[in-house]
Structures are given as structure tokens and as C-alpha cells.
Antibody, heavy 122, light 109 residues
Framework: QVQLQESGPGLVKPSDTLSLTCSVS?????????WGWIRQPPGKGLEWIGS???????NYNPSLKSRLIISVDTSKNHFSLKLRSVTAADTAVYYC???????????????WGQGTLVTVSS | EIVLTQSPGTLSLSPGEGATLSCRAS???????LAWYQQKPGQAPRLLIY???SRATGIPDRFSGSGSGTDFTLTIRRLEPEDFAVYYC??????????FGQGTRLEIK
């Protein structure tokens, strides 16, 4: 069964860069599918951040695009998120997930990591 | 951007009853590219339904999805205690934007 695991600092200072990695097991990223990041502020709903294909092509939420980089490392079988210039509004549980791309459409997500809480505070 | 509005915000029912959850889109969702997820406290969302009416692997048949265009429904027959959770709809027709509804909380009456 495919498993995903997020890792990274749980506390980030305002204006710094938030960096997270999602390690994938029991499936080779280079075999296909899209790989996405979704976040959830405490007590609130889900927000899609962006997705990356194993080839490296990306699709970002327009509201975050100017601050966001998602990359993939097939040799380590993981993908990463970097969000710069963070504020308290970026405090959330961050999930990574496997995306299934619809024909001429976007992704829905079948496997998810357990999530990691990132707090932006000085 | 396609905005999804879920109703009701909270649904209070008893085990054994049936539940009907609604998801309305601000514009037509092409090809019924709509998914439903279940989320329990402290857990990641779990995929229930994709393409509006297709059940994901391992999902009990008491969960069913329907709808097209702008109106979609998740129906749960004979609620089990483990079904009480928050449910989200998600559209994946939009390019480049994926959006989620704000969620419906299904609580025990």
C-alpha cells in the first residue's frame, strides 16, 4: 500500500521560508501520477496548494504561486514544498497526497500523508 | 475559480438514519469531475467518491454520490457510528485551480 510521510520544521518565523518534504514508500514516483500538497488551517477547511508530475511539470494555486516552489527528487522518491515570506496566515496542517489526473482536468487525491502542523510565529 | 458551497453546515442524525449532503458549484463542473472526502478528527481526509458517483477502493456501498452540472449529492444509507465526521467536496475540473467546499459536519444526534 502506498504511504506518504511529511517531514520538516514545526515552527517557522514570519518572513522566513517554510520547507517540507514528502517521502513516498511502496510506489516509485517516477512511475507516474501527480503529487500534491494541501493545507488546513486549525479548525478550518482544506486548501489546495499545488501539484507536481514526476517529470517536474507543476500546477500551482494562483493565490500562492508567487511564493511557492514544488519540486521532485525521483532518486530519493520524495517531493518537496517551499513557501517563502510566510505569515501567521500560513499556519496550518500540511498534507501531501497522490493525485490522479482527470482527462483534460485536474487532480483528485487517493492517498494522503498523516499531515504535519506548521506554526508561523516568532 | 469554481466556488463550492456545501449544505447544511452541520447535520445532526442518529445511527441507522440516512444522510444527504449537498455540494453546489458556482459554475458547471465539467465532466462531473467532483470528489467527496471524509475527515475524522486528527486524521487526513479519505477519498470516498470520484467522478461524482464512483466509489473509491474499499468504500462501503452505503456511500453513494450523484449529480452533474452544478448540483451534487453525497448520500449515506443507514449511518454507522464511524460515519460521523466532516465531509468535503472537491472539484478537479478547473484549470489551474482545484477547490474544496467548506465542509459539512455530520454529528450524532
Amino acid at each position: 500500500q502506498v504511504q506518504l510521510q511529511e517531514s520538516g520544521p514545526g515552527l517557522v518565523k514570519p518572513s522566513d521560508t517554510l520547507s517540507l518534504t514528502c517521502s513516498v514508500s511502496a510506489y516509485s514516483i517516477s512511475s507516474g501520477y501527480n503529487w500534491g500538497w494541501i493545507r488546513q488551517p486549525p479548525g478550518k477547511g482544506l486548501e489546495w496548494i499545488g501539484s507536481i508530475y514526476h517529470s517536474g511539470s507543476t500546477n500551482y494555486n494562483p493565490s500562492l504561486k508567487s511564493r511557492l516552489i514544488i519540486s521532485v527528487d525521483t532518486s530519493k522518491n520524495h517531493f518537496s514544498l517551499k513557501l517563502r515570506s510566510v505569515t501567521a496566515a500560513d499556519t496550518a496542517v500540511y498534507y501531501c497526497a497522490r493525485g490522479i489526473r482527470a482527462w483534460l482536468g485536474n487532480d483528485y487525491f487517493d492517498y494522503w500523508g498523516q499531515g504535519t502542523l506548521v506554526t508561523v510565529s516568532s | 475559480e469554481i466556488v463550492l458551497t456545501q449544505s447544511p453546515g452541520t447535520l445532526s442524525l442518529s445511527p441507522g438514519e440516512g444522510a444527504t449532503l449537498s455540494c453546489r458549484a458556482s459554475q458547471s463542473v465539467r465532466s462531473s469531475y467532483l470528489a467527496w472526502y471524509q475527515q475524522k478528527p486528527g486524521q487526513a481526509p479519505r477519498l470516498l467518491i470520484y467522478a461524482a458517483s464512483s466509489r473509491a477502493t474499499g468504500i462501503p456501498d452505503r456511500f453513494s454520490g450523484s449529480g452533474s452540472g452544478t448540483d451534487f449529492t453525497l448520500t449515506i444509507r443507514r449511518l454507522e457510528p464511524e460515519d460521523f465526521a466532516v465531509y468535503y467536496c472537491q472539484q478537479y475540473a478547473g484549470l489551474p485551480q482545484i477547490t474544496f467546499g467548506q465542509g459539512t459536519r455530520l454529528e450524532i444526534k
